[in-house]
């Protein structure tokens, strides 16, 4: 398949990230986390700021893509400000928490707003509870991609974030192989994520790189790395 194809396709992200109960501006009694630093393998200076990190309202059920999805559409018609919404699932522990993850917004002063949305259109949250810990976050999303090898990916929303193609890890091997790559290499970090989407009627498994600017020669360089280190299992 010919370089720079642009490919508009459904799947999932598999992360870890560390969590906390966001208290204010919420509605309240109920159990919304945010992530101050959803991408942690990333290190680097980030001014302090008043922008929210990624926000995830936890619910009683999981919904379904298409239903977050059109109620999210419907909320940004109401509520003139840029996020996205996506359904997902967080697992702390033995407990999994449906969510609602919400992203790119910019401020905190309309999170109550778009929970309320939310609930009007049925959407049940859960009660709140204290959480401070890490967990793992597995969120069904939209990929707009440019191939720029086979089976190699630049994003074409976010130019900080790559994919290519892997056989299926499983997430413990995973981690095994990003822990070691990150301690026998010397350039700059990155977050590493994974991942699946459809391409062609099949299940794809990929893995997410996240770093500022991201260029073609660095995401191929680590893709070797990745590659090297799998083939060892």
């Known amino acids: 398949m010919a ?3 642009i490919i508009e396709t459904m799947g999932s992200i598999l992360k870890e990230v560390e969590f906390e109960n966001l208290n204010h501006k919420i509605i309240p009694g ?5 992530s101050q630093e959803p991408f942690p393998g990333y290190h680097h200076d980030v001014p302090f700021s008043t922008i929210p990190g990624t926000i995830y309202f936890i619910t009683t059920e999981m919904y379904s893509r298409e239903d977050i999805t059109r109620k999210g559409q419907e909320i940004k018609k109401i509520i003139p400000k840029k996020f996205d919404a996506a359904t997902g ?3 702390i522990y033995n407990d999994i928490y449906p969510c609602i993850r919400i992203h790119e917004l910019d401020s905190f002063d ?3 707003e778009i929970q309320n949305c939310f609930k009007d259109y049925g959407v049940k949250y859960k009660k709140n509870k ?9 969120i ?3 990929f707009v991609l440019n191939q720029i090898e086979n089976g190699v990916y630049l994003d074409v929303e976010n130019d900080k974030m790559g994919y290519f193609k892997v056989p299926y890890l ?5 981690e095994k192989i990003t822990y070691s790559i990150k301690n026998n290499w010397d350039k700059a970090s990155f977050d590493a994520a994974i991942g699946t989407f ?4 099949e299940l794809q498994d990929m893995i997410r790189i996240y770093r500022d600017n991201i260029e073609k020669n660095v995401l191929m360089e680590i893709r070797e790395k990745y590659l090297d280190e799998i083939g060892k299992y």
């Open 3 to 5: 370089e720079n194809y």
């Open 140 to 142: 069904k999303k939209f």
């Open 170 to 174: 499983g997430w413990k091997l995973f």
């Open 89 to 91: 699932q967080i697992s």
């Open 198 to 201: 459809y391409r062609r009627y």
């Open 110 to 112: 309309y999170i109550e």
């Open 130 to 138: 204290k959480i401070k810990a890490k967990g793992i976050t597995k």
């Open 30 to 34: 109920t159990l919304v986390l945010e």
